[in-house]
Structures are given as C-alpha cells and as structure tokens.
C-alpha cells in the first residue's frame, strides 16, 4: 500500500514538472496583434479620405471635389494597403517557443 503512494507521488510530481516546462503557444502572437491594429488603422484612414464630396446646396453640382483624386484614386489604395497588411499579419509565422 505505501508503494503505491510513493509511486502515485512521484508521477504526479513529474507531471507537474512537466506541464511548467510546457508554456503555452498560440497561434497568433503579440506582434501580429500590433500589425493587426496598424492595418486596421490605415483601412480606416483610407476611409476617412473617402468621405466628404457633399454639397451645401443640392441644385450644384461639384464634379471636382467629388471626384477628386484623394477619393478616387488614393483611398481605395490606402485600403486595400490596410487589407494587405491584415493578410500580413494573419499569415505571419509566430516564433516557436524554445523547448
């Protein structure tokens, strides 16, 4: 009877030690976090370029600045910028826990 406390005693307690050697690992980690917020900073960047073209009086028709280069051209860039980099970091490999 008293061999197998011993015995239970010492499995419990290497398995223990084994479980605090174990840390855990995810499959993202805290620098893709960080690539995930710039991304989803410049996606609202490229947003915020997008707005506007409004007119204080609906009979005018302002062609220039509705259709101006910024929304036109340069946001859907910024964009689809911030999307690249959410792909980025998405993908981007962790570094592996040293064992």
Same mark, same amino acid.
């Given at each position: /009877?008293?061999?197998?406390?011993?015995?239970?005693?010492?499995?419990?307690?290497?398995?223990?030690?084994? =479980?605090?050697?174990?840390?855990?690992?995810? =499959? #993202?980690?805290?620098?893709?976090?960080?690539?995930?917020?710039?991304?989803?900073?410049? #996606?609202?960047? +490229? %947003?915020?370029? /997008?707005? +506007?073209? +409004?007119?204080?009086?609906?009979? *005018?028709?302002? +062609? =220039?600045?509705?259709?101006? %280069?910024?929304?036109?051209?340069?946001?859907?860039? *910024? *964009?689809?910028?911030? %999307?690249?980099?959410? *792909?980025?970091? #998405? /993908?981007?490999?962790?570094?592996?826990?040293?064992?």
């Amino acid at each position: /009877m008293a061999q197998k406390n011993i015995t239970a005693k010492k499995t419990a307690a290497t398995t223990t030690d084994k =479980a605090a050697k174990q840390t855990a690992w995810f =499959a #993202i980690d805290q620098q893709n976090y960080k690539y995930i917020a710039a991304g989803f900073g410049v #996606i609202v960047v +490229g %947003f915020l370029l /997008m707005l +506007g073209g +409004g007119s204080n009086n609906p009979d *005018v028709f302002d +062609g =220039a600045e509705l259709f101006s %280069f910024t929304r036109i051209t340069l946001a859907p860039v *910024v *964009v689809i910028a911030g %999307f690249a980099i959410e *792909v980025y970091a #998405i /993908m981007r490999k962790p570094k592996t826990p040293e064992k």
